[in-house]
């Protein structure tokens, strides 16, 4: 089955990648080291318990440089393995799959990552009814993959850019003058989404009658949430944003919001230990 994520050229960005490692001299260690006729077979494996993600990408780069290479993937994405667990079996041209290798396993340990410790996030609310989302916080260029990877975790995807949803914050509203203001104003632009970031329980009805459709809680601690949900009774969905981490979160989402969002599962999450050993045949 071909890999299609919405707004990602798979093919450009596997030949951009490889072109970034190959330079202008190319793999000089392989060309030198191995002959050109060398086939290699390996397996690539997690060191640990993960989440994963990526291995479909990861075989579109040993596909670009060997087409012929005969690639079997062994997990699903998104399936939860034990370490020790196999993950691809590849066997193709020697110096192609060398070429690609660290390309492939950057990928798969990145995005691992990520849905592997955005499965934590998830596993911490289960129960409350409450749904995570990420944010923003992605690295310039890998948005929709690092997006991706957090639903392979069991996350939703908040806005994929600015284009798709307006979010008013403290600077829109420091120039408006109110948040009241600024959310008329997007109201009488058109536009249909209107998150609006409240900071404090004054900024609530305010936001509310000048047409918000969603109200993102930021920074606020587990009573003041508690009371902003009752305030707010169901007009429109409820968010808690700001510094949400493993240990807060199941008290934040026990306080009826509809999400929580949390920037760190993109932001900080920790590459997956996941290697990839050759051996000639």
């Known amino acids: 089955m071909t890999f299609a994520l919405d707004r990602f050229d798979l093919d450009r960005f596997v030949r951009e990648t ?13 060309e030198a080291v191995i002959p050109a006729d060398a086939h290699f077979t390996g397996v690539m494996d ?3 318990a993960i989440v994963v993600a990526g291995l479909p990408i990861a075989a579109a ?11 079997e993937i062994l997990s699903g994405e998104g399936a939860v393995v034990p370490a020790g667990a196999d993950l691809m079996r590849v ?3 020697a110096r192609a799959l060398l070429t690609a290798e660290r390309s492939a396993l950057n ?10 410790l955005t499965r934590r996030y998830v596993e911490a609310i289960a129960g409350t009814g409450a749904i995570l989302l990420d944010t923003r916080k992605t690295l310039p260029g890998l948005r929709v993959l690092e997006k991706y990877a957090s639903r392979m975790g069991g996350a939703q995807n908040h806005r994929m850019g600015l284009w798709d949803a307006a979010m008013i914050k403290d ?34 009805e305010p936001a509310l009658q000048a047409g918000a459709t969603h109200l993102l809680l930021d920074n ?42 949390v920037g760190r599962l993109t932001q900080s999450a920790p590459a997956a230990d996941i290697g990839l050993d050759f051996a000639a045949v």
Not at 18 to 30: I, K, N, P, R
Not at 64 to 71: R, S
């Open 18 to 30: 490889l072109a970034e490692d190959l330079g202008e001299g190319g793999d000089v260690t392989s």
């Open 61 to 71: 780069f040993f596909r670009a440089l060997d087409p012929e290479a005969a690639i």
């Open 107 to 116: 990928l798969v340990q990145h995005l691992s990552g990520i849905a592997t």
């Open 171 to 204: 600077n829109h509203v420091a120039v408006a003058g109110s948040v009241a203001e600024a959310v008329r104003r997007a109201a009488a632009a058109g536009l249909d989404r209107i998150i609006v970031e409240v900071d404090g329980l004054d900024q609530i």
């Open 46 to 48: 997690s060191r640990d």
């Open 220 to 261: 606020m601690d587990v009573p003041t949430l508690r009371e902003a949900v009752a305030l707010i009774a169901g007009r429109v969905p409820t968010e808690a944003s700001g510094g949400i981490t493993l240990e807060t979160i199941r008290a934040k989402a026990e306080t009826g919001v509809t999400y929580l969002s």
């Open 91 to 93: 066997t193709g041209k």
